[in-house]
């Protein structure tokens, strides 16, 4: 799993390639099987023509040009146009459906980051940079795009054209072609010693390239609090250290990277020269015709191209190889909430709910979050959650939502253990609505509609009118269709909860959860939409989380949390006539109020 850290700390790197890395890119290769037969069947073609030529113009060195004869001469001269004709056919064929094979494999790869990112739990988004997930799966995929394009399928032909090559080599003279790969093992090594440092390479260049991206990311989310405070000069600073970080690695990479192809060109040059020393010169026993020489150049770049190609693939390989970590690290986390086998469908339910001495810690030997909370909510009833931050209010109606799996104890709703049950069938009858609301890029019928997928404008019309939203709707510009931005950036805080509230409360569920949900409607909003949720709650179990404790008055049940525990229960009055803990809250709350009052008179 990818460690947790900020923009400004390294991620782990593995000293090894992982091979099975490779291999796993390779099974998005089978869906397209087809189409790469076809793609092979046209690259063997091309091969065995790459082979032929060389052949032929030994023929035409060695018998037909000296013979003087004609006839031959324009037969294998045809021939040599026939087979360039082709081979650039099939040039262009295997390019377009490569480049075709390879970029479905790339969508089904970040289809599949992306569907998987989704099921991950909410501690994953909480414990790393959201930037650092971002650039898995953008960058990173793209990164790999030129390698599947075209690597994989390309390496193919070349390994063919090799051996092939070789075959055909050591048939017209194997004392020439062991003289042609002397130098062949010091390539094999040259690739081996680089390949050590370039990886090391490019792993500091994906852990700089992923600070980078996780600090834009958090810059472009914080900007309105960066000129609140005028910290751009600040912000400015620290990017340009981290993108000095990716510059620097970036051309040490390229560095090694580039060592390659001179190297094994340079190999190559001097093989060829060699060859031309022996058969000129006749050493080591080689006797061969002029004709049979110039084929053996054409043979040895035949030779030595395709292990200049089968190089740069290992180096793309060695390079992707880092990206290939960072991708399939992601995609190996397992999910921590998911269905157990077998598990059922939860019927229609009715809202009964039980904590049984429910325990929760977020790690195995962790403290406790929650220590033996025990309760039992009949239908329709409403519950409020209140207590000093921190206490425990937000992990109840987690787990009741099933965000996390209890530690001990059970959570059960109608008698079923929500362990017991599938996520969708648990989450469709529950309308969640977080503090931290969210708005949807789009127009706002789309992001009230997004509670239920299939409801109609009349629906969504009811449920903004329910709660007082559709007013200030339709005082906007084009009143439902109204577009707003990522994040709802062009709507007042109070207008994104109602818009959020809407769209719970649209999806009918059978338990409605409000954490904090009127934190930021002013007092005189809050009103109206209290009378909306007043007939809106009845028949249904709730549980709200709120700091007013003017939303909750009318609880039917309020619960004091505080370290873990339930300290009190009960009524709104019940709790002011202990004159505990929640009587405490209360009175303090209301003084604050009476101030504010008093000095608003005074002024």
């Known amino acids: 799993m990818a460690q947790r850290n900020t923009y400004r700390e390294d991620e782990e790197l593995e000293e090894k390639i992982n091979f099975r890395d490779i291999v796993r890119v390779g099974a998005y290769l089978k869906p397209y099987k087809g189409q790469v037969a076809r793609i092979l069947v046209v690259v063997v073609l091309m091969s065995c ?53 390879g970029q479905l494999m790339l969508k089904d790869m970040r289809r599949d980051i992306f569907t998987h990112i989704q099921t991950l739990p909410f501690s994953y988004f909480d414990s790393r940079p959201h930037g650092k997930i971002l650039i898995r799966v953008v960058n990173y995929v793209n990164t790999l795009s030129d390698t599947l394009s075209s690597g994989l399928i390309n390496v193919i032909a070349d390994v063919f054209t090799f051996i092939v090559t070789l075959l055909v080599m050591f048939a017209i003279d194997w004392r020439l072609t062991l003289w042609s790969l002397v130098l062949f093992p010091l390539l094999i090594l040259w690739v081996r010693v680089l390949q050590i440092f370039q990886r090391r390479a490019y792993q500091k260049l994906s852990n700089k390239q992923s600070n980078l991206n996780a600090y834009i990311h958090e810059s472009i989310a914080g900007v309105k609090t960066t000129q609140t405070f005028a910290q751009e000069k600040r912000q400015f600073d620290t990017f340009q250290e981290q993108q000095g970080d990716v510059r620097r690695q970036w051309m040490k990479a390229v560095h090694i990277q580039f060592l390659m192809w001179p190297g094994v060109q340079t190999i190559s040059t001097i093989t060829i020269a060699f060859i031309y020393y022996v058969g000129i010169l006749g050493f080591g026993g080689v006797c061969v015709t002029t004709g049979v020489l110039i084929a053996f150049i054409g043979y040895a770049n035949n030779f030595w191209n395709p292990v200049i190609n089968i190089g740069n693939f290992y180096n793309q390989l060695i390079t992707c190889s880092a990206y290939l970590e960072r991708i399939f690290e992601t995609l190996d986390v397992k999910p ?43 239908p329709g009833k409403t ?57 949807f890029s789009g127009n706002v019928r789309e992001n009230i509609r997004y509670g239920r997928l299939d409801a109609s404008d009349q629906e969504i019309e009811a449920a903004a009118r329910a709660v007082h939203a559709h007013e200030f709707i339709m005082d906007l510009p084009d009143g439902y269709e109204t577009k707003v931005e990522e994040r ?42 209290q009378a909306g949720l007043n007939h809106l709650l009845k028949g249904r179990t709730s549980f709200i989380i709120a700091h007013r404790l003017s939303t909750i008055e009318n609880a039917d049940q309020i619960f004091y949390i505080d370290h873990g525990q339930i300290v009190e229960h009960g009524s709104h009055h019940e709790l002011l006539d202990q004159r505990g803990a929640y009587w405490r809250l209360y009175e303090s709350q209301y003084a604050m109020i009476r101030v504010e009052a008093s000095e608003a008179a005074k002024s």
């Open 488 to 529: 709802g950036s062009t709507l007042s805080a109070g207008q994104r909860q109602l818009i959020s509230f809407a769209r719970v409360l649209l999806a009918d569920p059978r338990i409605l959860i409000l954490d904090e949900a009127t934190s930021n409607i002013d007092t005189r909003t809050e009103e109206a939409l």
């Open 383 to 439: 519950v409020a959650l209140v207590g000093p931050t921190g206490a425990g209010k937000t992990t109840i109606i987690n787990l009741l939502s099933r965000f996390y799996d209890v530690s001990e104890g059970s959570v059960t709703i109608d008698g079923y253990d929500v362990r017991d049950v599938t996520l969708d069938s648990l989450r469709r009858q529950m309308g969640v609505m977080l503090q931290d609301t969210f708005i």
């Open 49 to 101: 023509i790459t082979v032929s030529v060389p052949y032929l113009t030994k023929v035409m060195i060695d018998s037909a040009i000296p013979n003087k004869d004609l006839g031959k001469l324009a037969l294998l001269t045809g021939i040599l146009a026939l087979l360039i004709l082709v081979f650039e056919i099939g040039l262009r064929y295997r390019t377009v459906a490569i480049t075709r094979v």
């Open 336 to 378: 921590e909430i998911t269905d157990k086998p077998g598990a059922a469908e939860l019927p229609q339910v009715r809202g009964k709910v039980d904590f049984n001495d429910v325990v929760f810690r977020y790690e195995p030997r962790g403290r406790n979050i929650l220590n033996l909370v025990d309760f039992h909510i009949e």
